[in-house]
């Protein structure tokens, strides 16, 4: 099992639409947990930065994580086709302030209008 | 700040020759990390460095990989000799902090 599941896609949803995108993960020391967002042929950017558990919202987009479970989920509310991209989740453990990110693989998102 | 810059933005090359990536990180970033994306494997750690120091080498494929960090703003990954099976996109990424900043990337075709 991979330390960290996510769905590849692609999603294509119309504009407004509400938007899920999950990821699992198996490593229970994962403290950090972060969703970005790659435009193509460009580097990923980060979105939202959740730390343990709970949910975070900012603007349109609402991040939650789910440790009981391992499992995170981002909103997208009234999508947008400038949404239209590829969306990562990460995670980190919290082995001191040496931690790395372990990346999904991506899920594909299109937004059409 | 410009961001993490990376050179070249795309790299076609022959079998066998040596190849060069460039990496600038953020100023006062003091972690620096070298990731390789595909399809079909998604993003992989490389390399990271703290403060100019190799932290974890254990993503570099083979020895055919290196990576170096002469000073702290600076940071190349070679690979000698290149492979078609190397053909990638590379990406520079440096962090203070939780959040990582990504260059835009160095798309490498060895042919």
């Known amino acids: 099992q991979k330390e960290v599941e996510q769905d590849p896609g692609p999603l294509s949803v119309p504009e407004g639409a509400i938007v899920s995108l999950n990821c699992t993960y198996s490593?229970?020391?994962?403290?950090?947990f972060m969703w970005y967002r790659q435009y193509s042929r460009k580097g990923p950017e980060l979105l939202m930065y959740t730390y343990s558990s709970g949910n975070k919202e900012d603007g349109r987009f609402t991040a939650q994580v789910d440790k009981s479970s391992k499992y995170i989920s981002l909103f997208i509310r009234d999508s947008q086709p400038s949404d239209s991209a590829t969306y990562l989740c990460?995670?980190?453990?919290?082995?001191?302030?040496?931690?790395?990110?372990?990346f999904g693989k991506g899920t594909l998102l299109t937004v059409n209008p | 700040d410009a961001g993490v810059i990376q050179s070249p933005r795309h790299e076609v090359t022959e079998m066998g020759q040596e190849v060069t990536l460039r990496c600038k990180p953020i100023?006062?970033?003091?972690?620096l990390f070298w990731y390789r994306q595909t399809m079909m494997r998604g993003l992989e750690l490389l390399i990271y460095f703290n403060n100019n120091v190799p932290i974890d080498d254990s993503g570099m494929p083979e020895d055919r990989f290196s990576a170096k960090m002469p000073n702290a703003s600076f940071s190349t990954l070679k690979i000698q000799p290149s492979e078609p099976r190397d053909s990638a996109v590379y990406f520079c990424?440096?962090?203070?902090?939780?959040?990582?900043?990504f260059g835009s990337g160095t798309r490498l075709t060895v042919v």
């Open positions: 990424a440096s962090r203070q902090g939780a959040g990582y900043t």
């Open positions: 100023s006062g970033h003091d972690y």
């Open positions: 990460a995670m980190g453990d919290s082995g001191g302030s040496n931690y790395k990110l372990t």
């Open positions: 490593n229970s020391a994962f403290q950090y």
